[in-house]
């Protein structure tokens, strides 16, 4: 059985950095997608970004483009946020998505896309 673990949340300041990182067990991965997303208090949840396990196919939500970086490590099965110039609007708890190889193209913006999710990491930015 798959299992996804975030780690790296915390408190930070506005202009600050922190990296998410999102260690996968349970595998192999080869082919899986893997995403980001986020859930602010009394909001949905929202994509932030998507990698495949192959390191390709990056894509991010406008709201982090340029900021955000996403990446894997394949040999320690392990996904990575790293998050620069964070802003409070980006306080959330963050969850990392994976989703088992498949024959069809499954948007990788969307929740239903993913089959396996972690437990989140709380993200908070003061201002």
């Known amino acids: 059985q798959v299992q996804l673990v975030e780690s790296g949340g915390g408190l930070v300041q506005a202009g600050g950095s922190l990296r998410l990182s999102c260690a996968a067990s349970g595998g192999p991965f080869s082919g899986y997608g893997l995403g980001w997303f986020r859930q602010a208090p009394g909001k949905a949840r929202e994509f932030v970004a998507a990698?495949?396990?192959?390191?390709?196919?990056?894509v991010y939500a406008d709201s982090v483009k340029g900021r955000f970086t996403i990446s894997r490590d394949s040999a320690n099965n392990t996904m990575y946020l790293q998050m620069n110039s964070l802003k409070p609007e980006d306080t959330a708890v963050y969850f990392c998505?994976?989703?088992?190889?498949?024959?069809?193209?499954?948007?990788?913006?969307?929740?239903?896309?993913?089959?396996?999710w972690g437990q989140g990491t709380q993200v908070t930015v003061s201002s």
């Open positions: 998505a994976a989703e088992r190889p498949s024959l069809y193209y499954n948007d990788p913006n969307s929740q239903g896309t993913y089959d396996y």
């Open positions: 990698i495949r396990w192959s390191g390709g196919s990056i």
